[in-house]
């Protein structure tokens, strides 16, 4: 099932940024990976109501059927998107952090400079010596807008994650620098991807944080209920040249529900968040629950950065689904170096859009650096 082809062609350098004496460059990557597409047993959309109705179908306490008809494997050829940035070479850590953002943002996530503030993960890890290598998944950003049905899948993104992580290992990626550790910071969806990525693969990371993630999945029913709006519909100046597996919510509000903790946020990053938004696909709510999370042979080590007011992941309370009775996280590495898990508090799901994100940044490089990494 998790077979995964590599390929890569010179990518091109296109466009650079600094910070102070660090150093962005932002570049396309093409790839060629191979993973197991799960066939969905309906039609594309032609609506909004049906895009409705098969929410509904999807979240009802019984459905009556399955939304998958069989399975069959795949390769497919893509551009990802990344942005690569190093620190001021005298504080220069021999660790690289890999980001995988979660669904309804890109890569922006992890360096959100819309609004004035101190919302750049980024910016945080390269003061802290650490470089970063954030990309778009498929379907957003500037990577490759895919089938949102058959191809934009879970089992695909894990593929493309653990290909990209193997060319930075291999020094492969033209215009990157070789590491001594390569580690992974998630964020919801990226999290499942990244806990999934050592589940399968566990040599391809020394440590891992993941954050806005529980492997509690009770809680996500209000969430998948509200994107059930056709992205081309909902911004057709962005996205009308998507097709209908391409999803999202109605508007701000529902973008605050799922996301931000009133009043801990500027209503600014939520106009600028809900204005750069992106979709997720069809094909993505299907399939997220296939990935493996049960990491029996990883060693290296765990940090669970929660935000206490998650709504997606923990009902809107964090305390004891993280780290509680109902909580599994530990039982899924028992064989880790070290397992922590942290509740950052006054924050919805989104972290980094808060305004004390920079607190739980600091949290999360100090991990690394305790654990030599």
């Keep these: 099932m998790w077979n995964i082809n590599y390929s890569?062609?010179?990518l091109s350098l296109f466009s650079g940024v600094a910070f102070g004496s660090s150093k962005c460059i932002n570049f396309g990557i093409p790839v060629t990976v191979s993973a197991e597409s799960l066939t969905l047993?309906?039609?594309?959309?032609?609506?909004?109501?049906?895009?409705?109705?098969?929410?509904?179908?999807?979240?009802?306490?019984?459905?009556?059927s399955s939304p998958v008809s069989g399975t069959k494997n795949v390769t497919e050829k893509f551009s990802i998107n990344a942005q690569y940035c190093v620190p001021d070479t005298r504080k220069k850590s021999k660790t690289i952090q890999i980001l995988t953002h979660g669904l309804g943002f890109d890569k922006s996530y992890w360096d959100f400079t819309q609004v004035a503030g101190n919302y750049s993960y980024v910016q945080a890890a390269l003061e802290a010596g650490y470089s970063t290598f954030a990309y778009d998944r498929l379907g957003t950003g500037a990577s490759t807008k895919a089938d949102p049905y058959n191809i934009v899948q879970a089992p695909m993104e894990l593929a493309i994650l653990a290909e990209l992580t193997q060319m930075l290992r291999s020094g492969t990626i033209q215009g990157c620098e070789s590491y001594e550790k390569y580690v992974h910071v998630g964020h919801s969806f990226g999290s499942v991807l990244t806990n999934a990525l050592v589940a399968v693969a566990p040599q391809l990371s020394d440590g891992i944080i993941l954050t806005g993630y529980s492997n509690n999945a009770t809680f996500q029913?209000?969430?998948?209920?509200?994107?059930?709006?056709?992205?081309s519909e909902n911004q057709p100046a962005r996205f009308s040249g998507l097709s209908s597996g391409y999803i999202t919510w109605a508007d701000k509000y529902y973008n605050q529900f799922s996301f931000l903790n009133y009043p801990y946020f500027d209503p600014a990053v939520l106009e600028a968040a809900e204005a750069s938004k992106w979709p997720l696909t069809v094909g993505e709510l299907i399939t997220f629950g296939v990935l493996?999370?049960?990491?029996?042979?990883?060693?290296?080590?765990?940090?669970?950065l929660a935000s206490q007011d998650d709504y997606i992941f923990c009902g809107g309370d964090c305390a004891g689904i993280i780290d509680g009775p109902y909580s599994d996280s530990r039982a899924l590495f028992p064989a880790v170096s070290d397992f922590e898990v942290y509740i950052h508090p006054n924050v919805g799901h989104a972290l980094n859009l808060h305004y004390n994100a920079t607190a739980a940044y600091a949290v999360a490089n100090r991990f690394f650096m305790k654990n030599g990494l």
Excluded: C, I
Excluded at 41 to 64: C, H, I, M, T, W
Excluded at 292 to 304: F, T
């Design 221 to 231: 029913t209000p969430f998948v209920s509200t994107t059930g709006h056709l992205a």
């Design 41 to 64: 047993a309906f039609p594309p959309f032609q609506n909004g109501y049906q895009a409705e109705a098969f929410l509904e179908a999807v979240v009802k306490r019984d459905p009556s």
């Design 8 to 10: 890569l062609a010179l």
């Design 292 to 304: 493996p999370s049960s990491a029996g042979q990883y060693k290296g080590p765990v940090l669970y």
